[in-house]
């Protein structure tokens, strides 16, 4: 095969795996291209000498959910189409579902369960494949807690009867914090002068209920981090205000946010980088704590760091240690127990779960609710995984391109979506079992 | 699993052990005896939380795990269209992966490379593996 007719099959492979205009995107950079344009590469290259067996390994917990769909269908069509054989690996149930004719399931380097999807989905054996399926939130139950992987091995697999959480505003909630048509705008330098606009956020407004929470949903780029950041100052808001206790804290002076920003606190997504590795944990909980002047010395405030350890369920060793010796749900509840450091009413939790497993994702769900009950916590929770969101929040706000879509309670929106872009999304979540 | 006519199983993986050593004497065992098959024309799905194995029992179908850190229990088999993948040499097993056994990886943006256009880094495969059969009898194309 000369490189002419290798050029020529590159642009049949991509043209295969679903990227538009193949001929001119050969010659792109991967840079120039999307999470799902880029993964539609990996693939085209995988399939290129059309293997018997294509072994994929968690290909779509990158990508948005829309997206992932895309992926799964796609690489469905060429299983079918090239006779191969696929090795799906992933850590999401649900999604197996979707895809798989067998499933085999893992735990501690050994195998737990093996059979057909079917088997697996409807008649679990083993305790541990029923923890996994159950501690997944699901679109039709709320259960008051989550269900723990722990929950079921010590209970042998029996699932204890949960009454079910209400969700959603009355509309005589006590309102802590008001957006109105918050926008933000990037520029890049066009030519000499010129400078083109993008609008990133445009036109957004929302209520938040005090003890309530606000998911908002949407792919990647459409703004729903942005309207954290705004909120958080990080970024400088273009248009719009954001009323905390009547006060407009985009607009105030950094010296008078100062007293504000204590109480409007971010969960990052990636607690990997979030946490400054050279301090210990305990550093890492008193330094907000001084430049707060919360407490009166360091023993007060160790003391203080010791009970939020306790109530976020580390060990108190952990105070001593630095956060790589911990694990991914262990070091997001030290960035948790560091925000409640100063107390905040309005937490920002930007895609604060989407990183971690089932079990750590149901327990870290779990601890969110339960100082919301605690503290009267409001939350503006960031997400891509709409059965989280369904779950943990009262109303929820779908963006697209910059734009709020709709915004309801939680049961309205997911039970009858007023807006095709919503139905599209909601359609596009991994249902489970589809056989 | 087991209603497939075995001899019809496209990969076979029969008392899988992988260890990885952590210093001079001790290793840890990080896949402990699994065993599974792949039938033809079938997706099998692998499900585990982080730390389960599952990732490594892929990259040692692959022949991707680290030499100088892991190691593969003797007694350990996997059989793809009846050869021993683990019987082959290091450069038999580099035709037969990626070319009949390939693999996609998790994060596109760290596995494709930066620098080179994506059609180059296409027909970098097609280079490397098309080269020896440039025409398979019955491909689909």
């Known amino acids: ?435 | 699993m087991s209603q497939e006519n075995p001899n019809q199983a496209l990969l076979k993986v029969e008392n899988l052990r992988v260890s990885f050593r952590v210093n001079k004497k001790d290793s840890v065992e990080t896949v402990k005896g699994i065993s599974f098959e792949i039938p033809r024309n079938s997706t099998v799905a692998l499900v585990g939380e982080s730390g389960s194995g599952k990732s490594v029992s892929s990259l040692a179908v692959m022949g991707l795990l680290p030499p100088d850190t892991s190691s593969i229990a003797a007694d350990s088999k996997i059989i793809f269209e009846g050869r021993s993948l683990l019987e082959l040499s290091i450069a038999d097993r580099r035709v037969l992966c990626g070319k009949e056994i390939s693999m996609i990886f998790q994060e596109p943006m760290t596995s494709l490379n930066p620098v080179f256009t994506v059609g180059f880094q296409i027909a970098e495969v097609l280079r490397l593996h098309m080269a020896w059969m440039p025409n398979r009898p019955g491909s689909a194309r």
């Open chain 1, 1 to 435: 095969m000369d490189a002419k007719q290798a050029r020529k099959r590159a642009i049949e492979l991509l043209e295969e795996v679903g990227i538009p205009d193949p001929k001119n995107k050969i010659d792109a950079y991967p840079s120039q291209m999307s999470g799902g344009q880029q993964q539609r590469v990996m693939i085209a290259m995988a399939i290129a000498c059309e293997p018997k067996l294509l072994i994929a390994d968690e290909p779509t917990t990158a990508l948005d959910v829309t997206i992932q769909k895309q992926i799964i269908d796609l690489i469905d069509a060429l299983r079918i189409k090239h006779k191969m054989s696929v090795l799906f690996i992933t850590h999401d149930l649900a999604l197996v579902g979707e895809i798989a004719d067998h499933v085999i399931v893992m735990r501690n380097g050994e195998i737990r369960e093996a059979g057909t999807v079917e088997q697996i989905f409807e008649s679990p054996k083993d305790t541990y494949t029923q923890a996994l399926l159950h501690c997944r939130p699901t679109l039709d139950t709320r259960p008051w807690r989550l269900p723990v992987i722990a929950d079921f091995m010590n209970n042998n697999g029996a699932l204890v009867d949960q009454k079910q959480r209400p969700r959603g505003l009355k509309g005589d909630e006590e309102i802590v914090l008001e957006v109105k048509d918050l926008g933000k705008s990037f520029y890049s330098r066009e030519g000499f002068f010129g400078k083109k606009e993008f609008k990133a956020v445009e036109g957004v407004s929302f209520k938040l209920a005090r003890g309530k929470t606000l998911g908002v949903v949407g792919e990647s780029g459409s703004g729903k981090t942005t309207v954290g950041l705004t909120l958080m100052r990080l970024h400088q808001a273009t248009t719009g205000q954001a009323l905390f206790e009547g006060k407009d804290i985009l607009s105030m002076s950094n010296k008078e946010f100062h007293h504000y920003k204590r109480r409007i606190q971010i969960i990052f997504q990636n607690p990997y980088a979030s946490l400054n590795p050279r301090f210990t944990v305990g550093q890492i909980l008193m330094e907000p704590m001084y430049i707060h002047n919360i407490g009166a010395n360091d023993s007060e405030r160790s003391a203080m760091a010791y009970q939020l350890l306790e109530k976020v369920g580390l060990p108190t060793i952990a105070f001593h240690r630095y956060p790589h010796e911990f694990s991914g749900g262990q070091r997001q509840r030290i960035a948790i127990a560091r925000c409640l450091t100063m107390k905040p009413e309005v937490l920002v939790c930007d895609e604060s779960v989407s990183a971690l497993d089932v079990s750590v994702q149901a327990q870290v769900l779990n601890l969110l609710q339960d100082l919301q009950e605690e503290f009267g916590l409001s939350y503006i929770f960031i997400s891509h995984d709409l059965a989280v969101v369904k779950y943990i929040a009262d109303q929820v706000m779908v963006m697209n391109k910059g734009k709020v879509v709709e915004l309801a309670n939680s049961d309205d929106l997911y039970l009858n979506p007023t807006q095709a872009y919503t139905k599209t999304l909601l359609n596009a979540i991994p249902k489970g079992l589809q056989h």
